[in-house]
Nanobody, 126 residues
Framework: QVQLVESGGGLVQAGGSLRLSCAASGRTFRQLSLGWFRQAPGKEREFVAAISWTGYTRYYGDSVKGRFTISRDNAKNTVYLQMNSPKPEDTAVYYC???????????????????WGQGTQVTVSS
């Protein structure tokens, strides 16, 4: 089992920055692919970003490419999502997810992601 706990959400102005964190426990962190997803009210869950076991591969959704950065610190069992220049349309609940399979490129998007956190709200004001 893997437990995931997100933090860092809140209110941010458009054009500002915000960093989300997700702490993992319960399984060797180095052998987890990690992803961020989001869901806005009335919309389907959307893929945001993912990172492979070593961090060598990072994959982003088109809507955040060039603005958001995913990273991981295997010593701290934590994955991050740095949100730069957020827009009001980035407002959503952000979820951290983990999968036991390593991934490369597009595979990081297609993983089933067996474990999920409880989510953290991000609100971007205009």
């Amino acid at each position: 089992q893997v437990q995931l706990v997100e933090s860092g959400g809140g209110l941010v102005q458009a054009g500002g920055s915000l960093r989300l964190s997700c702490a993992a426990s319960g399984r060797t962190f180095r052998q987890l692919s990690l992803g961020w997803f989001r869901q806005a009210p009335g919309k389907e869950r959307e893929f945001v970003a993912a990172i492979s076991w070593t961090g060598y591969t990072r994959y982003y959704g088109d809507s955040v490419k060039g603005r958001f950065t995913i990273s991981r610190d295997n010593a701290k069992n934590t994955v991050y999502l740095q949100m730069n220049s957020p827009k009001p349309e980035d407002t959503a609940v952000y979820y951290c997810a983990a999968d036991r399979t390593n991934c490369s490129g597009y595979e990081c998007y297609t993983l089933p992601y067996d474990y999920w956190g409880q989510g953290t709200q991000v609100t971007v004001s205009s």
